[in-house]
């Protein structure tokens, strides 16, 4: 049976306004056609009416920067190490609170023991309610550098061979970290970054040779400089980020994923769960570090793209709403920060055929109780979600 939103204000994200008194019907998981409410012409008898007056019509969104191995939270580290059988149950249950949220595309970006590549595969089955997943399959780190249960290499041979493995393995993009100087912090004395400027040029041949996007951790200085001007296909994080960054970034079309409720999230914690005062302040400098990155990005035309790293940080999962709230707050429109959510962001992914609402597109779609061009808070409000046509939420 074939599916009408009937008369709802519907903001397609093709970068058009938002339109009032619209239809949409949906056949066959697809968009099938697009108008003014009053020019439908089909039998209401035949189709499955969903009431838009007093809403809006918006496209799925997508969330860049994941990872549903670990629920986020005060000792997120921590949860990626559970038993394997724990986080896999746990992964399933926050991909499906995370398609509840109106989020019905994500990248996956890292995660222990290929508990990613095996979720996503579960959701393209159909075996689970969950939203269309992009994995990376293991993070690819050097060695000693970043968390233990990455992917480690020593040599540039055996960092082919990681990338190689991880695309065997079934990883839809490479994940690479750069450093890990956790929170920002390098240790005083600490080596140069191992995983250097010549390291990242071979991961980003390698993996686009072989037809992969490849998106960079990088959260210290060094590591924002060395990804900014590699030619990675997204910059995660980059909360140090220089003018002479962005302009390399803009040049190689490297898209930014802010990944800002990390730091909210942290600073929450930070008092709920009495952290160490130096450990506050550490956050409360990278949230600053990070709002005036993305603020700088924004001005100098650097693509941005929705990411909110639930699980990967603090912040918990179902909250992307937060994370649009803080672009706005950066300096984004609406508007612009609703693009970084849905059409930014399927061009980032490589998603063609999702992240707007067009005739012969699937049909993803979020149905708001309230206008987020009007306040980008309006995220919260979901009336339904539609997920290739089948309403989910
Ligand atoms: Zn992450």
Not at 177 to 198: H, Q, S, T, V
Not at 303 to 314: E, F, P, R, S, Y
Request: some cysteine; aromatic content about 6%; hydrophobic content about 45%.
């Amino acid at each position: 049976m074939s599916l009408l939103i009937d008369d709802v204000e519907l903001w397609d994200g093709t970068g058009s306004p938002a339109q009032p008194k619209m239809s949409v019907e949906v056949r066959d998981g697809r968009i099938h056609w697009i108008g003014s409410a009053s020019q439908w012409q089909g039998n209401r008898a035949t189709v499955r009416v969903v009431d838009g007056r007093a809403r809006t019509l918006i496209p799925g969104l997508m969330d860049c920067h994941v990872h549903y191995s670990s629920p986020g939270g005060p000792e997120w580290i921590a949860r990626f190490t559970d038993p394997l059988p724990e986080i896999s149950m746990r992964a399933i249950e926050l991909a499906e609170a995370s398609l509840r949220s109106g989020v019905t595309t994500v990248r996956d970006v890292g995660a222990p023991q290929g508990v990613s590549i095996r979720l996503a595969r579960a959701a393209r089955a159909g075996e689970i309610r969950a939203p269309n997943i992009r994995a990376a399959g293991t993070w690819i780190a050097h060695v000693g550098t970043y968390v233990s249960f990455a992917r480690q290499f020593a040599e540039a041979n055996e960092l082919r061979d990681a990338i190689r493995t991880e695309i065997e393995a079934g990883a839809d993009l490479i994940k690479v970290a750069l450093a890990g100087w956790n929170e920002g912090a390098r240790p005083k004395d600490a080596p140069d970054i191992p995983f250097d400027k010549k390291l990242l040029a071979l991961a980003v041949e390698e993996a686009h040779k072989a037809g992969f996007k490849i998106a960079c951790h990088a959260n210290d200085p060094t590591s924002c400089r060395i990804a900014a001007h590699a030619g990675v296909d997204s910059l995660e994080h980059g909360m140090f980020l220089e003018a002479g960054d962005l302009e390399a970034m803009e040049k190689n079309k490297t898209y930014l994923v802010p990944t800002m409720s990390v730091w909210d999230a942290m600073l929450y914690y930070s008092r709920a769960v009495d952290w160490p005062e130096a450990r506050r302040k550490r956050a409360e400098d990278l949230r600053q570090g990070s709002r005036a990155a993305v603020t700088a990005a924004i001005k100098a035309g650097v693509k941005i793209a929705l990411g909110t790293d639930a699980g990967g940080g603090a912040a918990r999962h179902g909250r992307i709403a937060r994370e649009a709230e803080l672009m706005v707050e950066c300096g984004m429109k609406p508007g612009e920060a609703l693009t970084a959510a849905t059409s930014n962001a399927a061009k980032l992914i490589g998603e063609d055929e999702r992240g707007t609402i067009e005739q012969g597109k699937i049909a993803d779609m979020v149905l708001l109780d309230a206008n987020p061009i009007e306040n980008i808070g309006a995220l919260r409000m979901i009336a339904a979600v539609f997920q290739e046509g089948r309403r989910v939420a």
